[in-house]
C-alpha cells in the first residue's frame, strides 16, 4: 500500500508539494548524506554536505510538514557530539564545542532546533549511537556507544506513537550514553533485531 515518491530535499517548493499529497500524520526522518564507504581524505567533505542536509534538508522538511498538518516528526541525531563528561552522558549534557567538531555540531544543533521547534508538531530526535550493521561503514560494533541498524529502526518505530517530545538517547548500555529515558518512554530494547 505504499506508493515512492523521490524529492530533493533541497527542493522547499517540490518537498512541500509531496508531503501534502501524501497526507501523512507522523513523519519519519532519515535523511542523510553519507557515502557508501567511508573514505578518509573526503571526509571534510562528508561532514560539510551532510551538515548542510541537516540543517536545510530538515528545515525544508519541517516547513513541508507544517504546511501539512503533520502531528508528530521522528528525526534521528547523533549520540557521539557531546561534550567530555561524566559518563553516561545525558541528553541534557551539552554537546561539543570544540573547532574539529564545529561543522557536525552546527548541523546536529539545526536538525534538533527544527524539529523539536516547530510549531504545531511534536518532535521527537533520536540520538543514535555509532550506527553497524547492513548498509552502514561498520560490520561490528567499533567504539562506544554502538547501535544495530535493526535497534535504530525499532527505536524509529516505537517513536511513532511513544514518548514526549524531546531527545532520546538511543545506543547499546555500554555505559558511555545513558538510555534510561529511551527505555522508560519509547520501550527501547537495544538487543532488538529482525527475525
Known sequence: ???AVVVDAFDAEGLRRAVI??????VIHQLTDLPDVSDPS??????ENNARLRIEGTRNLMAAAQAAGVRRVVAQSIAFVYAPGRKPL???DPLNASEAQRVTI???AGLEEAVLHTPGIDGIVLRYGRLYGPGTWFDKPGGPGPLTTDAAAHAALLAVTRGAPGVYNVAEDDG???????RR?????PAFRMA
Open 176 to 182: 558511555e550514553f545513558s538510555i534510561e529515558k529511551a
Open 90 to 92: 545525558r541528553e541534557g
Open 21 to 26: 499529497a501524501a497526507k501523512p500524520a507522523v
Open 106 to 108: 552546527s548541523g546536529v
Open 1 to 3: 500500500g505504499a506508493h
Open 185 to 189: 518512554e519509547l520501550r527501547f530494547d
Open 42 to 47: 573526503k571526509m571534510t567533505e562528508v561532514r
